[in-house]
């Protein structure tokens, strides 16, 4: 008779199957964690980063409501035109009364902080991605180091752009 096959497992090969199942699904949630960051925040630093050739001017804000701020668009830049009215997201970066240096979303009437304060604060979704994804890296990879800088470089940015902003 011929002896049953039985499947052999060590509890080595279980412990390493496991491992490696941790470190996949680990990586793979810190890596969307930090993608997510770099979309929401590239929506706004493209128009920053990547203004040459974009209309650049300045903001007099003269009136928030809801969401939004409004006020007259002065150009800086040769090709812009003046405007009576552009809107400007209201945050905690934009107040009534102050004038800003802002970028022209293309076709539109809507403008986004420039310079160094709105370069900053286009990044802050990154940087809670960061901080986010810090914990996942120590946690789930175990990579302590890597999970360290990560949090630096998030608080960094977001100290960064309270003082700037």
């Not at 901080?131 to 946690?139: E, F, I, K, N, Q």
């Amino acid at each position: 008779m011929i002896p049953a096959m039985r499947a052999v497992t060590s509890p080595q090969s279980a412990y390493a199957a496991l491992r490696i199942g941790r470190l996949t699904v680990m990586g793979a949630v810190a890596g969307l964690i930090l993608i997510a960051g770099v979309w929401a925040s590239w929506g706004t630093a493209q128009h920053v980063m990547l203004s040459k050739g974009r209309e650049q001017g300045t903001i007099a804000v003269r009136s928030c409501s809801g969401d939004v701020c409004t006020g007259p668009y002065t150009p800086v830049s040769p090709g812009s035109r003046a405007r009576s009215r552009v809107v400007i997201d209201q945050s905690v970066a934009v107040e009534k009364g102050r004038t800003y240096t802002v970028t022209v979303k293309p076709g539109s009437d809507e403008v986004v902080r420039s310079g160094p304060a709105g370069l900053l604060y286009a990044w802050v979704p990154l940087a809670g991605a960061l901080l986010l994804a810090s914990v996942v890296v120590a946690g789930g990879l175990r990579l302590t180091r890597a999970a360290w800088v990560m949090a630096g470089t998030g608080l960094a940015l977001l100290t960064a752009t309270i003082l700037i902003v």
